[in-house]
């Protein structure tokens, strides 16, 4: 499968390094331009090509957004991503300037009890949106797919079962225990940053303990 990844900082790197190795196509985008993006590309070797947001998301069968919750709304046409699984792996944090009392620098955003994914879904109507790889530290993920004992959780959130299942297939691909939370809002709010799930690495057992309680 060729995965869309919009947004190359340390967690969309990560992410493209773990999917090559496991067998994956990437094509990368960032808000500066595919020119800057030749050292990883390089990297990666084959598998990998950069692009503009709008061009991945053309040349992609799933999509991953990794990328400050911000800039989300406005960044794609809408069409380009019709009928496309659509990962919000953001996190809303509270930008500079925002008051403590609304979610300032570091802290969750309030959003007013909405979630930031159903935000995504609302500015992208017709995506299949999934919550998900947006709860685990790049330095975890990097690693833990590949590391001995059992294995870790991955979440997903989300109203349409079948894009859940392609999302899940691709963490079991990457190693990880795919573990769903839910619907879309209610599943989502339980991983965004503020949420339960948020950074705190699970196993498999424990999260779907957790999970069931």
Known sequence: MRTGIIGTGRIGSTLARILVAAGHQVVLANARGPQTLGPLVAELGRAASAAHPAEAADRAELLVLMLPFER???????????????????????????????????????????????????????A????????????????????????????????????????????????????????????GILQQPGGPLFNRPLTEAQALAWISH
């Not at 925002?98 to 994914?117: E, K, N, Q, V, Y």
């Open 72 to 126: 989300v709304r406005g960044l794609l046409p809408p069409y380009a991503v019709q009928d496309k699984v659509l990962v919000d792996a953001t996190n809303a944090f509270g930008g500079p300037g925002t008051p403590a009392d609304l979610g300032g620098p570091g802290t969750p955003a309030d959003l007013g009890g909405r979630g930031s994914s159903d935000l995504v879904a609302e500015w992208y109507p017709d």
């Open 128 to 187: 299949q949106v999934v919550k998900s790889l947006n709860t685990m530290h790049f330095e975890t993920l990097a690693v833990a797919g590949t590391a001995p004992g059992e294995r870790l959780a991955h979440f997903t959130a989300g109203d349409d079962v079948k894009a859940k299942e392609i999302v899940a297939g691709i963490i079991t691909d990457l190693g990880f225990a795919p573990v769903d939370t839910g619907p879309l809002h209610s599943g």
